[in-house]
Structures are given as structure tokens and as C-alpha cells.
């Protein structure tokens, strides 16, 4: 990933503005989500899936019986609950 001075592009007052939160720290600004784009319904729904497959495992579901429920390997579950954990 490449850097941008933001004094490169940001007014200097916005500059000065962000230093009084953040002086000389990295950060990162996000794109702003495209909530039209066929991509963020398609990760919308996966959330929601995951979420389930989550919900479902904390009240005692087995990972072989979600696996085969939402046709995915046990790995997969794995991950899915690793990542809902960490959330």
C-alpha cells in the first residue's frame, strides 16, 4: 500500500485540524461503500449468513452439521467462527 501526504491533497486548515487528533501517527480513511454496487449486497448477505452460522454454534450446533446444513467443509465453519469471534 502506498502513502499520500495528505498535505498534498487536504487544505492545510483540515490538515491541522486532523494533526490535533492524530500528529504524525499513519491512518487510514476509507473509501466511501458504494451501497448500490451488486459487491456490498453480495458481502451483506455473507455477514448475515456467517452471523447465523455463528449464532448457531454458540447455542451448541455441531461444526459438521453446520457444514453440511450450509454446504461448506468444517475448515470453513472454523473460519467463519473465528471471524465472528474476533467481531
Do not use: H, W
Not at 491541522?16 to 458481502?43: D, H, M, R
Not at 450446533?61 to 450450509?70: G, P, R, T
Amino acid at each position: 500500500m502506498s502513502y499520500i501526504n495528505a498535505a498534498s491533497v487536504l487544505p492545510e486548515e483540515m490538515v491541522e485540524e486532523i494533526q490535533k487528533y492524530v500528529n504524525g501517527v499513519n491512518l487510514y480513511i476509507p473509501k466511501i461503500p458504494e451501497t448500490n454496487s451488486p459487491c456490498s449486497s453480495y458481502k451483506l448477505e455473507l455477514y448475515q449468513r456467517n452471523q447465523e452460522i455463528y449464532e448457531l454454534f454458540l447455542q451448541g450446533e455441531q461444526v459438521s452439521k453446520l457444514a453440511a446444513e450450509y454446504y461448506l467443509s468444517d475448515k470453513s465453519i472454523y473460519r467463519i467462527i473465528g471471524e465472528m469471534k474476533k467481531n
